[in-house]
């Protein structure tokens, strides 16, 4: 990425979100030159598959699909299909972000239907105060579900999962939902002008 034109360099900003988020989050642990990583509604575990990377490998987190819930409309909600990471038979699956160099912002939404992401970010930061790193940035924003897009898109509140090929309710109501993805855009933006670009802030919408 560093030798890509359009990236400026010398450091990197990761930006995750779900699956995603645990990923960039394995990225900040193991790999140099990562500044400032946002996760937006992200685990703190290895999730879905295991993770190879050199000659390790961590353990996806022990789930059960067995507890897959249908909404009233015939949508899917997986939250509880995921066991509790600090249970024991998880210990080696959760990614050890201590490591990191940079700082973290975690975004949550406080109804997400996919993940507990509220208590994921709260298990963060505990292991990194536990580790003498300083306490991330964590937002949380109530009625807003799990899929939280760039400002102005529409709220994806229900989609079929591109992987799954089931229809998935992701939570969130409409009018919440949609300004918080307006103020976690800038919230986004300003975590990495400060960190990459040394600004403090950003221009904020006017709408």
Same mark, same amino acid.
């Given at each position: ?11 990197? #900003?990761?930006?995750? @979100?779900?699956? %995603?988020? /645990? ?6 642990? *193991?790999?140099?030159? $990562? ?66 160099? #940079?700082?973290?912002? @975690?975004?949550? %939404?406080? /109804? ?6 509220? *208590?994921?970010?709260? $298990? ?73 670009? %040394? ?9």
């Amino acid at each position: 990425m560093l030798q890509h034109p359009k990236v400026k360099g010398p450091s990197i #900003g990761l930006l995750g @979100f779900s699956k %995603g988020g /645990d990923l960039c989050l394995s990225m900040a642990s *193991f790999l140099k030159g $990562i500044t400032a990583t946002v996760l937006i509604n992200a685990c703190v575990a290895n999730t879905v598959a295991p993770l190879h990377y050199k000659d390790m490998i961590i353990p996806k987190l022990v789930d059960d699909v067995g507890k897959v819930k249908i909404t009233k409309s015939g949508f899917l909600t997986f939250m509880d299909t995921w066991s509790n990471p600090l249970e024991e038979r998880n210990h080696q699956s959760l990614i050890p972000l201590e490591k990191a160099q #940079g700082p973290f912002l @975690f975004i949550v %939404g406080m /109804d997400d239907q996919s993940w507990k992401s509220e *208590f994921y970010a709260q $298990i963060a930061s505990e292991r990194l105060q536990a580790h003498g790193k300083e306490r991330p940035q964590i937002i949380c924003y109530p009625e807003t579900g799990h899929c939280i897009d760039p400002p102005y898109f529409p709220p994806s509140r229900a989609s079929v999962h591109a992987v799954l090929g089931e229809a998935i309710f992701y939570g969130g109501e409409p009018k919440a939902h949609s300004k918080a993805q307006v103020d976690a855009w800038q919230q986004i933006q300003t975590v990495f002008h400060k960190h990459l670009n %040394g600004k403090k802030s950003v221009k904020h919408s006017k709408i």
